[in-house]
């Protein structure tokens, strides 16, 4: 796996959610104590078992949002330590590690329509990529807070506009659901319509003579 050759990388499950057919990427900073703690067991998933996965399925029930349209990933997928030993969260220069691995997955995702990224670091390297890649997938993005309990104090917020975000999502995929139908259906005949015949000189000089037959 060229994503994980040089750093511990907790990969997601291949059958997990969407996998590939993904038309929602929801896109996290880091992997977070727990996944890191599992090593090679363990998995950036909609399944994992913590306050921060648990808000994002809260909000996901609250949407229309279908999670097997969906693909947890995170935009630096190997563990950040401080020298202490400690999680830390994303700078500069890690997202700029990390950009060939998401330009990897995001080469992967043909079916994709909107990318969700939570929380500034998640944003900021999707920003990035988008705007150092020479060819980036360019879809609508919606960015919301990060959904970890350290920011309690607007978490109702959060919530909130997590859930509206993943029912735009949700509007965006049905829309472009409907539009490949429309175009796989087949040309409906049009009806042919005679020409409008281009008036003759007998037809101009007619209607000069009824013309001066009326003023008479």
Same mark, same amino acid.
């Given at each position: ?5 040089n ?17 929602v990427?929801l ?5 977070g ?5 599992a ?14 996965t648990?808000q ?13 349209q ?11 330590t401080g ?8 700078r ?7 950009r ?6 995001l ?6 329509r ?6 500034? %670091? /998640? !944003? +900021?390297g ?6 150092? *890649?020479? $060819?980036?997938? =360019?879809?609508?993005?919606l ?5 970890s ?6 978490r ?7 859930? %509206? /975000? !993943? +029912?735009?999502?949700?509007d965006?995929?049905?829309? *472009?659901? $409907?539009?490949? =139908? ?18 003759t ?6 209607t000069?003579?009824r ?6």
């Amino acid at each position: 796996n060229t994503i994980r050759e040089n750093h511990d990388a907790p990969a997601s499950p291949p059958l997990m959610r969407a996998g590939t057919s993904a038309q929602v990427l929801l896109l996290m900073e880091a992997p977070g104590p727990r996944t890191v703690a599992a090593g090679d067991l363990g998995f950036s998933s909609l399944d994992n078992d913590d306050p921060t996965t648990r808000q994002v399925r809260r909000a996901l029930t609250l949407s229309r949002l279908d999670p097997a349209q969906c693909l947890r990933w995170n935009v630096v997928p190997w563990a950040l330590t401080g020298p202490d030993g400690r999680r830390r969260s994303p700078r500069v220069d890690d997202l700029e590690d990390a950009r060939p691995a998401l330009s990897a997955l995001l080469a992967e995702l043909v079916d994709l329509r909107v990318v969700v990224p939570f929380g500034s %670091a /998640a !944003l +900021e390297g999707w920003m990035r990529y988008l705007t150092l *890649a020479e $060819h980036p997938v =360019v879809v609508p993005t919606l960015a919301v807070p990060h959904p970890s309990p350290v920011n309690g104090h607007r978490r109702q917020e959060a919530l909130q506009r997590t859930t %509206a /975000a !993943l +029912e735009r999502a949700a509007d965006l995929c049905r829309r *472009a659901a $409907h539009s490949l =139908v429309r175009s796989q259906l087949p040309p409906t005949p049009r009806r042919r319509t005679s020409a409008a015949r281009r008036p003759t000189v007998a037809d101009m000089l007619g209607t000069l003579r009824r013309t001066a037959m009326t003023i008479l």
